[in-house]
């Protein structure tokens, strides 16, 4: 049985450490900070009795369970990520700890009034009775990825001292800057050495997910022209207007906001406007890839419309590709996932397989051949100040790392 109080513990330890990734910077990790937990981590594993544990120059960790058994299996991985959104600030983190959950409003803090509510979180009704760990209202709470993190030490701590569990090699990696798209770049694939793995990344009880968005993001520059509003009739161009319509004439209704399931969207995640130039930024999400390049090519239309309205290059549009639906990369491998759903359902959990509305390490690890799929950490309401977990879903998910591990020996074996 994984304690709870060594969880609870684990946890606390890792989110109390500020990791906060940082998009504009250059460097990887993108913030000196994350290798507070970083080096954390390192320590600890060498601690439980891992072995070839190593950290590089990125802070990217890596550590191996030997094998127990004498015949030959596979070897499998298990992946987090150990910074932090910049949604929201993750500095001077004060978790909360809520015994025999009853149910209600849970009072963040009193101070600013802020209440994390089943009226308006639907998902607290299932954990009546439970053990949570909230935040005090003021920074998110970190369980993205440090309920991951916690789940994967202590499965690799209960099977070490647990022998009788039987086994094959299992490989754990932690990475820097996920929360900013970079947490695979510099992820080296041939040094893991795993066949396939699962990042422990997920949200609620249950969740077990191999299809996620294709994803791009696109820069919209707007030039307008400045001349003195006094004296500005028939020479001022404003460039928030021009952008303005360009915003109106994307489908209004296909914005993150209104979709759900495998519903695309544009997401306009930025603007920052003069009457000289305006810039819009947006993310672009698809999980059908015909859908995918469709989206893309009406920002280019729009784009190019507009010029021919206005008689010159007044817009310009720069799209980059993100990372790709690790589907296609799973389909062909798909025993992974099953696997993974048997010891889900051996533990009684409902396994809840439904495509991911955002990204993970695993897509961008699936395409560099690595197979990937996501498992759930047990967190709620990500990058915010309503963040929460449940004790017994990383409990849960700590029971689903070692059964994996024991399922794919067994399977191996006959």
């Given at each position: ?20 990734s940082d998009p504009t910077s250059n460097t990887t990790p993108s913030t000196a900070k994350q290798w507070d937990l970083a080096n954390k981590l390192t320590d600890e594993l060498k601690a439980i009795g891992m072995q070839d544990v190593s950290i590089d120059e990125n802070a990217y960790i890596m550590a191996t369970l030997p094998s127990n058994v004498s015949h030959e299996t596979p070897t499998i991985g298990f992946i987090s990520h150990f910074d932090t959104s910049p949604d929201f600030t993750g500095a001077n983190v004060k978790p909360q700890i809520i015994e025999n959950y009853n149910g209600k409003d849970i009072l963040l803090n009193e101070a600013e009034n802020i209440v994390l509510s089943p009226d308006y979180f639907e998902d607290l009704h299932q ?288």
């Open positions: 049985m994984i304690s709870k109080e060594h969880i609870i513990k684990r946890f606390i330890s890792y989110v109390t450490i500020d990791t906060e954990y009546k009775g439970q053990t949570l760990i909230t935040t005090d209202g003021t920074t998110l709470l970190g369980a993205d990825d440090k309920a991951g993190i916690t789940e994967i030490v202590s499965a690799m701590e209960y099977l070490i001292n647990h022998p009788e569990i039987k086994h094959g090699t299992i490989k754990v990696g932690f990475t820097p800057d996920e929360e900013i798209g970079r947490g695979a770049h510099k992820f080296d694939v041939e040094k893991f050495g795993a066949d396939w793995a699962y990042t422990m990344d997920g949200s609620q009880i249950g969740e077990l997910e191999y299809e996620n968005f294709n994803a791009a993001g696109a820069v919209v520059k707007v030039k307008g022209k400045i001349v003195h509003p006094g004296y500005a009739k028939g020479k001022m161009i404003n460039s928030m207007y021009i952008a303005q319509e360009f915003v109106n004439s994307l489908p209004r209704m296909e914005t993150p906001e209104h979709t759900d399931g495998y519903q695309g969207f544009f997401h306009l995640s930025s603007i920052k406007g003069e009457v000289e130039e305006t810039v819009l930024e947006y993310i672009i999400r698809d999980h059908d890839l015909g859908h995918f390049e469709a989206r893309k090519a009406v920002m280019n239309k729009l784009t190019n419309e507009l010029n021919e309205q206005y008689g010159w290059d007044v817009i310009s549009v720069d799209i980059k590709d993100q990372y790709f639906n690790m589907k296609e990369k799973i389909e062909p491998v798909m025993h992974i996932v099953d696997i993974a759903e048997e010891a889900m359902k051996q533990l009684d959990i409902e396994p809840i397989i439904k495509p991911i509305r955002g990204g993970t390490d695993g897509s961008q690890l699936s395409y560099k051949g690595l197979p990937c799929p996501n498992i759930f950490a047990g967190g709620h309401n990500f990058h915010g100040r309503y963040e929460y977990v449940p004790v017994e879903s990383m409990i849960k998910a700590t029971e689903v790392i070692c059964k994996i591990a024991e399922l794919t020996a067994l399977k191996r074996n006959k």
